[in-house]
């Protein structure tokens, strides 16, 4: 059955390639592309402007109200975070935010905070939306679910070659044990933990190109909502 409108759940570990693969399967299907790591990313950003550290990641809870979160999509189609109106979607990226995301995101305090702004996006518009918690919790009715994965090696090894390509190149053992590290922080929180829903189709890219990943997650989509 054609759907007019859809929603398409990503979840997986970190440096799996869900967001180029989502960002080009969105454009190629004509919808919008949800990087919902990036909003966890503006509240490790804010928590780390205020001199909180992943050991005392709690002490953002009472803060949050203060916090004037925004996506923006560019003409390209690129999600722009905002923190109280700055733009703040590069800065987001640096490491040590990654960290403080990952610390960040196992309160319950920040999930509960963040789950409406997620759901009222995918009501407006076909999504398709990645995370840790896509399919599980925020949309667990979406109408495709899918866990990406590939291999931690493989997955440690794109990460260097993209820091590579950035100018930021980084030793692998250093990328490959912090990945590691955030896996085991994602899959082990109370709260949402990261855990393939029931009813997800497993991609597994370690052994495929990005042609091959883009074409084969295209291939799930299509084949269930008929885009
Ligand atoms: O996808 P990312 O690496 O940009 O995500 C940053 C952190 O945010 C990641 O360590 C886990 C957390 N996260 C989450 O808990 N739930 C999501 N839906 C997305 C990200």
Known sequence: ?????????????SGAGKST??????????????????IYRVIGLAASR???GTEDAARIIPILPEL??????GGDGAQHMFLNGEDVSD??????????????????EVRAFLLEMQRSLARKQSVIMDGRDIGTVVLPDADVKIFLTADAEVRARRRCLELEQRGTPRPFEEVCEELKQRDWNDAHR???PLRQAEDAVLVDTSGLDFEQ????LIRTIRERVDA
């Open 1 to 13: 059955m054609k759907k007019e409108h859809y929603s398409v759940a990503v979840d997986g570990p």
């Open 21 to 38: 693969l989502a960002r080009a399967a969105a454009k190629e299907l004509g919808i919008t592309y949800v990087d919902t790591g990036a």
């Open 50 to 52: 205020r001199g909180i």
């Open 68 to 73: 004037d979160i925004a996506i923006r999509y």
């Open 91 to 108: 800065v987001i990226r640096l490491p040590e935010i990654s960290m403080l995301a990952s610390a960040v995101s196992a309160l319950g």
């Open 190 to 192: 109370d709260v949402a």
């Open 213 to 216: 990943s883009r074409a084969l």
